[in-house]
């Protein structure tokens, strides 16, 4: 036999309490709100009483005994859950609002053991009913498991939808988090790289997409840095920043002697490097590897170098498939881990001319995925016969989510793996 309504776990002095709280104190909606939903109290009236504060909440109404009443009599249920001596139970209760998330966690408790027995009675109906077969009943059984499974992430959900719109108004006038590049028409023009975003990297072989990424990588100040070298080891990776960072000449590296003024400045720069938040992984390969280390690590800029190496344990019909999949992974990555996520791309091989975002290797799902598309151009490495300097590089912005695109043009100094502006001569600051 069932248990009667009022038999199955509650408690009715703490569903009083959560809601006296609410009417004393705005903030303590925010925090049952994160956690309970109107069916997560017992007693209807108590329940309908919820339903109505969060509607005045939502629609940025204060919430008193006047606008309580209001409400429920615009419901037309006011009469029904007890009028005014319901109102006169609530306004008389002594709780206090400091101990708001208390009353929420019993009253949210409660709820969740009245879903196990109701769970539990639907699967002893379904056991004693012999004209079910068995498959009915293990589907019974496994959907029971994931409904109490993921009943908090469901509330979760329910809030985070149900709050969208307030929280949008109440940061309205924030600032937009970004994360800058160091260069500072490019951080002028685009108004820095949005948080959370993709950004595409394309570049032909030799170009220095990777040492672009790196660069970017030394001028963050604020927050880790995640670098997934997928080409080059961690070492190779290690030379580049060195050189970006110290102003080490990049030649010295090949060599197998270096000299005391050299070796210093390596440990001094090492130093430097090793007391930032910079993480170099050079042998994880997977999209779910990665996933979930930036997921338990967190980080602020995710560069990966390069998309097309990386791979995935889903089955495909093929590598553009593959890629489809990795591409909308990393656009997940970014927003559920609100990080800017950099991916270093191959390009098909242009013939002295500009590329374009459909220069992309696999490009569909890039430029879908991808806020932002930016190739490197140096006409040099195309034809080194030509009258192009090897230091003169065009940053082609080719695709712009929040904003404009645009030609930048940047020098390349080899020697220290380091780009800067042409026209106001700045170095990056590293």
């Known amino acids: 036999m069932r248990p009667k309504h009022n038999e199955l776990p509650h408690d009715a002095t703490a569903e009083l309490a959560a809601l006296s709280s609410m009417l004393m104190d705005s903030k303590a909606v925010d925090a049952a709100a994160k956690s309970l939903v ?9 329940r309908a009483a919820y339903a109505a504060i969060l509607a005045l909440h939502k629609a940025n109404q ?16 006011f009469a029904k859950i007890g009028g ?50 068995l498959d009915v009943f293990d589907e019974l059984l496994n959907a029971g498991k994931e409904v109490m ?30 994360i800058t590049t160091g260069l500072p028409t490019l951080d002028k023009v685009s108004g820095g790289i949005k948080v959370p975003s993709v950004m595409m990297l394309g570049a032909t072989p030799s170009t220095g997409k990777t040492s672009f990424a790196l660069n970017i990588a030394a001028a963050q100040k604020t927050g880790s840095v995640i670098i997934f070298s ?3 080891s961690r070492e190779m990776i290690y030379d580049r920043l060195v050189s970006i960072m110290g102003g080490v000449d990049y030649g010295v590296f090949v060599k197998s002697q270096k000299d005391a003024q050299t070796k210093q400045r390596i440990t001094q720069v090492c130093e430097a490097i090793e007391s930032r938040p910079l993480y170099i992984f050079d042998d994880v390969y997977s999209i779910e590897e990665q996933m979930a280390l930036v997921a338990q690590m967190g980080a602020t800029l995710v560069i990966v170098d390069y998309i097309q190496k990386v791979r995935t344990s889903k089955k495909s019909d093929g590598r553009r ?46 430029e879908a995925d991808g806020d932002y598309v930016a190739l490197l151009h140096r006409p040099y490495v ?40 042409v026209d106001n001569n700045s170095k990056m600051p590293f």
């Open 38 to 46: 109107p069916n997560d109290f017992c007693r209807v009236d108590y």
């Open 321 to 366: 498939d593959d890629i489809e999949h990795i591409s909308g992974e990393y656009k997940r990555m970014a927003n559920i881990n609100n990080c800017v996520v950099m991916l270093l791309s191959q390009i098909s091989r242009v013939d002295r001319g500009r590329p374009t975002m459909a220069s992309l290797k696999e490009s569909g799902a890039l």
């Open 84 to 133: 005014v001596e319901f109102l006169g139970s609530i306004a008389s209760d002594v709780s206090t609002s400091v101990n708001i998330r208390h009353y929420v966690q019993i009253v949210a408790d409660k709820a969740r053991r009245r879903r196990m027995i109701t769970l539990g009675n639907d699967l002893m109906a379904a056991g004693h009913d012999e004209t079910k077969s």
């Open 382 to 421: 195309l034809d080194k016969d030509g009258d192009k300097s090897p230091y003169e590089t065009e940053f082609l912005l080719d695709k712009n989510k929040f904003g404009r695109t645009f030609k930048l043009d940047l020098h390349f100094e080899g020697k220290f793996q380091t780009f800067y502006e």
């Open 230 to 232: 997928l080409e080059m």
């Open 62 to 77: 204060p919430i008193d005994l006047i606008t309580l009443k209001a409400k429920l009599d615009e419901q037309g249920i």
């Open 149 to 178: 499974a993921r009943t908090d992430d469901i509330d979760t959900k329910i809030y985070s939808s149900y709050m969208a719109m307030n929280d949008y108004m109440q940061n309205l006038d924030m600032p937009k988090k970004v």
